[in-house]
């Protein structure tokens, strides 16, 4: 009897990707036949990680078709597993890739998140110079962009991409499948420490509360000592009425956002380019967020073509009390950091309100004022988080700016 | 190295001669002094021509025939119908039909239309091709299946050829958009319109026969004469000389790729950095994607700073003529016209115009303005550590592009090669090219989506961009990146030792030969 398994991707579109059949037999040994269109320059290399993902599943007698289209070596091993998990086979040692890139630190809670982009769990050849458009965060989606026959696909590659794909400056994120699925996909993806996990169609508190412990008991298991934040997405009518619950549901909770497409679809409204319709939802966001004294981030703009209405939803955002957004194609990236960052006016101003704090301080001074002008507290605490949001942003100097 | 081959100041093996004749190798840039006279045709009299000025005949077989076509023959075309062209493929199927063997087609670039001069070769019509050899044809040649050798040449170098005598064309067949009875042709007119007929000048000049092929016929005087008729000897109509869908594109389309538009950015900003972006500055852009993206940042920053070009070449496109309309340039020097907002400029814009190979590219003149051009945006399939650059080959050693006029727009005063850092899992950036096609000393930036690398003995560049906040890299940094993302420096094709082509330098020596692949 043999048993069958395939994965991956076949098509004239097809590129830095592959398909792979495998055929496990009783007998007959090993048989690889690779077709590539790189053969010629890594057929070797082809060969090696087919070997080692075999080596990993005990597979003695077995065909392995592949038709590669340039993958590179993560993708393989992982279409390669897939395949082999999909005819039933179980790993007998680690089937993981090397990490090839060094396992990031640990981001800070407050980190600047202007920016997050999108990247289709299951289509890794948009992970590969992701970081080089610098965005803030790289989400791996395993959610919505991934079909439902996909999951386990995606996972994998996911998993693969999280130790051996460079994200550069890039906080990394992984947006999990909605709850019960969506625990086990933090199996897979945790022991590689991603830095935030968002949790899609969160509605109640307790939702933050088993993703929260599923990480824990993963990550006790694995030694792993390490935050991994949580951003729960808002993305319908009782989400939003429970936005603040939400947010405070655990302490790793470092933002709140929201995902309109579903939150309209749940009101039973139409999406337009204004936003009128969501308006309430997203000042009930925002104001969640910073009763809890965590990050509100809107959700996408989803007309990749318009970059003027992209720059008009985003200064909008940022004056509702947004500190970024989600981007679905990397040219988005710089107009939203643009939009999200200080005007140079309001930078002045604020780097004044410092200074005469920081003079004052000194000065035991229980009163801040700015020539003949009293500050209020709040004028000060807005300034101050202002000039800090600056300086992440690389606008002023890390040491610098406080003299005005 | 067989007894044949020689290594040149290259540090190449390249053949000692070529189709029957010596070659010289390359010397290094500059090098080659050439002592000879111009090549020219036998003198022709008045006596011999209508004096009504009307030189048709009534098909290409019947004009090739007066031409006196034998075998063996130089029978040349032209490609500025790109991949629309039914031209080149009638005159040769003429020519079989006539009983030729052993022709030598001498195309000034090839393209995937040209595919049935496979079947010509087989059938002993063509003896072997002088030209750019693409796709198809190239795999043919690359595969070893030509009776003779392969001469890859720029632009320029074409014309040089020419000039020079290395090549004697017999047969001229001009492809013309508009035409009249006495041979004057033009191209930016009818409805095949392509622009420019720049790169039939030379042969209308230097070749002993010269035939005219139009389907749009007006009478004398076709205006304005790209290519005069003086020079021809018959004109021939014909219901269709091409495919204007794949003659000129609608509209030319910017690429979409986030990591080209990155790359494309990396270019302006460096153009600007640099301060070569100046009020009065010059630059070349083509068609490729890149190239039309990095013009649509120059743009911008040009508005921003108030600076205007004194001229730009092209490859010209609507983003070019926007330039133009937009005043923020004075002219376009057009080599090539890729879209129809290009046509409809150069046929109506006095500002727009078009060259030839001689005005632009050909390294046998007394000057030509390839070397005025301040920054020269081009690709590439191959880029190694030292800045040596592959055009025509890819790093399998498979032939598969022409040179077009990259070598001769590599006198530049800044040469940018804007290339992916790797394709499809291959690097870019290797220890050695397949192929040299452009010598390292010419080759000043190498721009890629993971960073900007400069070549180092452009010390002025590398002072210029202190203080920019460009990714400036060493070409050693970027491919030790590129090789860990891809597992490892790819394996070394294999080759075999036995000639299938040449590339010729500007100056018509032999910079490189590419070998037969191995089966």
């Given amino acids: 009897m043999t048993v069958r398994g395939e994965a991956g991707r076949v098509g004239e579109d097809v590129r830095s990707d ?23 320059y890594y057929g070797e290399s082809i060969d090696q990680v087919t070997a080692r993902v075999l080596d990993a599943f005990g597979v003695e007698h077995a065909q392995v078709e592949l038709d590669d289209k340039g993958a590179l070596p993560f993708v393989i091993a992982a279409r390669i597993e897939t395949a082999l998990r999909r005819a039933g086979v179980e790993n007998k040692s680690d089937a993981r890739p090397e990490r090839s890139v060094g396992l990031t630190a640990a981001t800070e809670r407050e980190r600047l998140r202007r920016s997050r982009l999108y990247l289709p769990g299951n289509q890794p050849k948009l992970f590969i110079n992701a970081g080089l458009h610098h965005p803030d965060a790289v989400i791996l989606d395993l959610e919505d962009s991934v079909h439902a026959d996909e999951k386990d696909a995606a996972r994998i590659i996911v998993r693969n991409a999280l130790r051996c794909v460079d994200f550069h400056d890039a906080e990394r994120m992984v947006r999990i499948n909605q709850l019960p699925l969506g625990l086990e996909d933090l199996d ?62 655990v302490d790793a909770v470092v933002a709140l956002t929201i995902g309109l497409e579903d939150y309209t679809a749940d009101i039973g409204v139409v999406k337009t380019p204004e936003g009128r319709e969501s308006l309430h939802a997203r000042l009930r966001v925002v104001n969640a967020a910073k009763a809890a004294g965590i990050q509100a981030i809107d959700s996408v703009y989803g007309d990749v073509g318009d970059v003027e209405g992209l720059r008009v939803w985003a200064a909008n955002s940022r004056s509702m009390g947004f500190e970024g957004m989600g981007c679905i194609h990397p040219r988005q990236i710089e107009p939203i950091h643009q939009a999200f960052a200080p005007s140079q006016p309001e930078l002045e101003k604020a780097l004044k309100v410092v200074a005469a704090f920081e003079d004052a301080e000194a000065k035991g001074l229980g009163v801040v004022s700015l020539g003949t002008k009293m500050i209020d507290a709040p004028v000060v605490k807005r300034a101050l988080r202002l000039v800090d949001q600056a300086k992440r942003a690389g606008l002023i100097p890390e040491n610098g700016g406080s003299d005005g | 190295m067989g007894s044949g081959m020689v290594e040149n100041a290259a540090g190449r093996s390249v053949p000692r001669t070529v189709n029957g ?30 004096a009504s000025g009307d030189k048709r005949v009534a098909n290409l077989a019947t004009a090739l025939e007066k031409c006196g076509l034998s075998d063996g023959m130089v029978i040349s075309t032209h490609h500025h119908f790109r991949n629309g062209d039914q031209v080149a493929l009638m005159a040769l199927e003429a020519a079989a039909g006539l009983g030729a063997k052993d022709l030598m087609w001498f195309p000034s670039a090839s393209f995937p239309c040209h595919e049935p001069v496979i079947d010509l070769m087989d059938r002993g019509v063509v003896h072997h091709i002088e030209g750019s050899m693409n796709g198809p044809l190239g795999r043919h040649c690359s595969e070893g299946k030509m009776r003779g050798l392969g001469v890859l040449r720029s632009h320029g170098g074409r014309w040089q050829a020419i000039q020079d005598g290395e090549v004697k064309i017999d047969i001229a067949v001009i492809a013309a958009p508009t035409a009249d009875p006495f041979g004057n042709c033009d191209g930016s007119h009818g409805p095949s319109a392509c622009g420019s007929l720049g790169f039939a000048l030379a042969d209308s000049v230097h070749a002993e026969r010269v035939i005219v092929v139009t389907d749009n016929l007006v009478p004398f005087p076709c205006i304005p004469w790209q290519i005069q008729g003086n020079n021809v000897d018959y004109v021939v109509e014909v219901e269709s000389v091409g495919d204007p869908s794949k003659i000129v594109s609608g509209t030319t389309q910017i690429t979409k790729s986030p990591d080209r538009l990155l790359t494309a950015e990396y270019v302006a900003r460096f153009i600007r950095d640099t301060g070569i972006m100046k009020d009065g500055f010059s630059f070349q852009a083509g068609a490729g994607g890149i190239a039309l993206a990095f013009v649509q940042h120059l743009k911008e920053m040009m508005k921003a700073a108030g600076v205007k070009a004194r001229f730009v070449r092209g490859g010209s496109t609507q983003y070019l003529v926007d330039l133009l309309k937009d005043e923020l340039t004075d002219y376009i020097l057009d080599g090539q016209t890729f879209d129809l907002a290009g046509v409809e400029s150069i046929a109506s814009d006095p500002r727009h115009v078009a060259t030839s190979p001689f005005t632009s590219y050909n390294y046998h003149g007394k000057g030509n303005f390839a070397s005025l051009v301040d920054a020269t945006v081009l690709g590439a399939t191959e880029v190694d550590v030292n800045f040596n650059a592959n055009v025509v080959t890819h790093s399998d ?64 560049l590398l002072e210029r961009v202190v203080g920019s906040d460009l990714p400036v890299r060493t070409i050693e940094e970027i491919k030790v990146e590129v090789e860990g993302i891809v597992g490892g420096p790819p394996q070394k094709a294999v080759l075999t030792d036995e000639p299938v082509a040449v590339v010729k330098w500007v100056d018509g020596t032999v910079l490189d030969t590419v070998w037969k692949v191995a089966d």
């Fill in chain 2, 21 to 50: 004749l010596d070659q010289v190798p390359y010397k290094g840039v500059g090098e080659h002094v050439p002592e000879t006279a111009k090549h020219a045709p036998r003198i022709r009299s008045c006596r011999d021509y209508p």
């Fill in chain 1, 188 to 249: 897979v993806v945790v022991p590689e420490s991603p830095h935030l996990i968002l949790i899609p169609k969160t509605e109640h508190a307790d939702q933050v509360r088993r993703v929260r412990e599923r990480v824990l008991e993963i990550q006790e298991q694995a030694g792993i000592d390490r935050p991994v934040w949580l951003m729960p997405i808002i993305e319908s009518a009782l989400g939003v009425e429970h936005a603040f619950e939400i947010a405070t549901a």
């Fill in chain 2, 397 to 460: 050693g498979v032939l598969l592009h022409g040179i077009g006029g990259w070598q001769n727009c590599l006198f530049a005063g800044c040469t940018i090669l804007a290339i992916p850092s790797f394709r499809d899992r291959i690097p870019i950036i290797v220890d050695e090219v397949a192929t040299v096609t452009g010598p390292s000393e010419l080759i000043d930036v190498i721009v890629t989506e993971r960073g900007v690398a400069i070549n180092p003995r452009r010390e002025d």
């Fill in chain 1, 18 to 40: 592959l398909y792979v059949l495998v055929t496990i037999n009783k007998t007959g040994g090993r048989k690889v036949d690779v077709s590539s269109k790189v053969g010629a």
